[in-house]
């Protein structure tokens, strides 16, 4: 079945830490996106990318950093400099174009102890 | 600044007891609307899109509509498996759908 895979799903870190989170798609959709999601809040938008070898930053992409090199891979790296890194992270991806609706990974829940 | 804002924030009915919930926005340009639901601890799942004032989608108990200003999302008889919240997105054309903090949903028997 076609979807999007994001592992771990939940992820512990220490404070001073980088953490990876992973997201694949076999949707073959060329744009993919990353969003965090804290309570009584809207999904915001970290980064996103709409073809392989090429990202933008989106609202808060500041601590935060990704690579695209592969279609189906999107992988994003939580570093240090992130001073609230405890959220739910959401992987997302849609065809090419800017009218589609966004198909959504399972979410991966970092926690920072 | 596009917006989006829900309403309300919680909704709690009886099963069979219909409502309606709101999503209301301020955007330079619509891409289309969108509406999810999402389950604790898992992802949002695509429920609707809707693109021009007048256009209405159904699926199930569910029906949405859209006029210029706002979408509503119409629930006909309620059962308690519908309880989630529900999420609506615009798209301003930016790349990026703008969302709404969602209203949760308790469907009691």
């Known amino acids: 079945d076609g979807g999007i895979t994001q592992s771990p799903k939940y992820l512990f870190r220490k404070e001073g830490q980088n953490v990876t989170l992973s997201c694949e798609q076999n949707?073959?959709?060329?744009?993919m996106y990353w969003y965090r999601q804290d309570p009584g809040q809207g999904l915001r938008l970290i980064y996103y990318?709409?073809?392989?070898?090429?990202?933008q930053k989106g609202d808060i992409a500041e601590g935060y950093s990704v690579s695209r090199e592969k279609k189906e891979s999107f992988p994003l790296t939580v570093t240090s400099a992130q001073k609230n890194p405890t959220a739910f992270y959401l992987c997302?991806?849609?065809?090419?174009?800017?009218?589609?609706?966004?198909?959504f990974g399972e979410g991966s829940r970092l926690t920072v102890l | 600044e596009d917006q989006v804002t829900q309403s309300p924030e919680a909704l709690r009915l009886q099963e069979g007891e219909s409502s309606s919930l709101n999503c209301s926005y301020t955007?330079?340009?619509?891409?289309?609307l969108f509406w999810y639901r999402q389950d604790p601890g898992k992802g949002p799942e695509f429920l609707f899109t809707?693109?021009?004032a007048g256009e209405e989608k159904e699926k199930e108990r569910l029906k949405a509509t859209l006029t210029k200003k706002e979408s509503f999302l119409h629930i006909t008889a309620p059962k308690p498996e519908d309880s989630a919240t529900y999420l609506c997105?615009?798209?301003?054309?930016?790349?990026?759908?703008?969302f709404g903090t969602g209203t949760r949903l308790l469907v009691s028997p």
């Open positions: 997302a991806s849609r065809t090419a174009g800017n009218t589609g609706e966004l198909f």
């Open positions: 949707l073959n959709h060329d744009a």
């Open positions: 990318s709409q073809i392989v070898n090429d990202f």
């Open positions: 955007v330079s340009g619509l891409r289309g």
């Open positions: 809707l693109y021009s």
């Open positions: 997105a615009v798209n301003t054309g930016f790349q990026k759908l703008v």
